[in-house]
């Protein structure tokens, strides 16, 4: 019988620092058949962590051809902070993948809007590989990626890369830039980036990612534009500590963000999302 809380030893094999307190991880597990036969979806999350500090949810944001697979960890707790100190070669546990991913099928032959904020980008990232990849499959791609600083913002070394891709826009924000500092594009709100936005309604999917906030406020303006809740999908970020609805820790109304979600139709978690 399969146990669900067991968790694999893993190697970090490469770090990329994304800004002053994010990293890059690519891992493997060190068992080379369970390495093999990993699979996981756009959107699905790994539960990550360190004997005697505890684990972490993390999203999945690239998946490479011999397996292993890349996640982006911010330093904010325990946990995450314990895995900021390690070093290539360095092992932790990991189980999964765990949750719901984008919704793949769906996205084929439409336009697609992806909507990031800040950490909301990770989660998306496989999404803008596969149209890369497959660009036939899809119709216009457009990616609004917002963040505080300029700095803060994660993948800059993909922006020249994904600016090229067939049938797409792709537009950045900031909240604010640093004195002195050379920033070119928009400063406000992912939203502000709304009225220049090339994707309309028809024959459309958005994807949206970030602080719920934000996702709220994104939604509330596609709708103005004649989107409706089910062409819209968002992926939540809860308190998740076991990973399949056991604990209850990221319960929403009578969903689990870990088993349910964390990516949701927006018509079918409205509900449960305190109104604007």
């Given at each position: 019988m399969k146990n669900e809380y067991m968790a694999y030893p893993a190697v970090v094999k490469k770090i990329l620092k994304e800004s002053s307190n994010t990293n890059t991880y690519t891992l493997a597990f060190v068992n080379e058949e369970k390495q093999k036969n990993f699979k996981a979806l756009p959107g699905q999350f790994m539960m990550i962590g360190i004997f005697g500090i505890g684990e972490a949810a993390l999203s999945i944001c690239k998946i490479d051809e011999d397996g292993s697979f890349s996640t982006t960890v911010r330093n904010v707790g325990n946990v995450t902070n314990t895995i900021y100190q390690l070093k290539e070669g360095d092992k932790l546990n990991m189980r999964g993948p765990y949750g719901t991913g984008w919704p793949l099928e769906e996205l084929k032959g439409k336009d697609i809007?992806?909507?990031?904020?800040?950490?909301?980008?990770?989660?998306?990232?496989?999404?803008?590989?596969?149209?890369?990849?497959?660009?036939?499959?899809?119709?216009?791609?457009?990616?609004?990626?917002?963040?505080?600083?300029?700095?803060?913002?994660?993948?800059?070394?993909?922006?020249?890369?994904?600016?090229?891709?067939?049938?797409?826009?792709?537009?950045?924000?900031?909240?604010?830039?640093?004195?002195?500092?050379?920033?070119?594009?928009?400063?406000?709100?992912?939203?502000?980036?709304?009225?220049?936005?090339?994707?309309?309604?028809?024959?459309?999917?958005a994807l949206l990612c970030g602080p719920e906030i934000m996702m709220r406020f994104a939604a509330k303006c596609l709708e103005t534009i004649g989107f409706k809740d089910n062409q819209i999908y968002v992926s939540l970020e809860r308190r998740m500590k076991c990973g399949f609805g056991k604990c209850g820790h990221c319960q929403i109304g009578p969903k689990y963000v870990c088993k349910d979600g964390p990516v949701f139709s927006y018509d079918e978690i409205r509900p449960y999302i305190h109104p604007l």
């Open positions: 809007l992806i909507v990031a904020g800040g950490i909301g980008l990770p989660p998306l990232r496989g999404i803008i590989d596969l149209v890369q990849k497959n660009r036939k499959n899809y119709g216009h791609l457009e990616i609004i990626y917002g963040a505080r600083t300029p700095e803060d913002m994660v993948f800059k070394y993909e922006f020249g890369a994904w600016r090229q891709i067939k049938n797409s826009r792709f537009d950045l924000t900031v909240d604010t830039v640093s004195l002195g500092s050379k920033w070119e594009c928009k400063i406000g709100l992912v939203t502000s980036c709304f009225p220049q936005m090339k994707t309309r309604n028809k024959n459309s999917i």
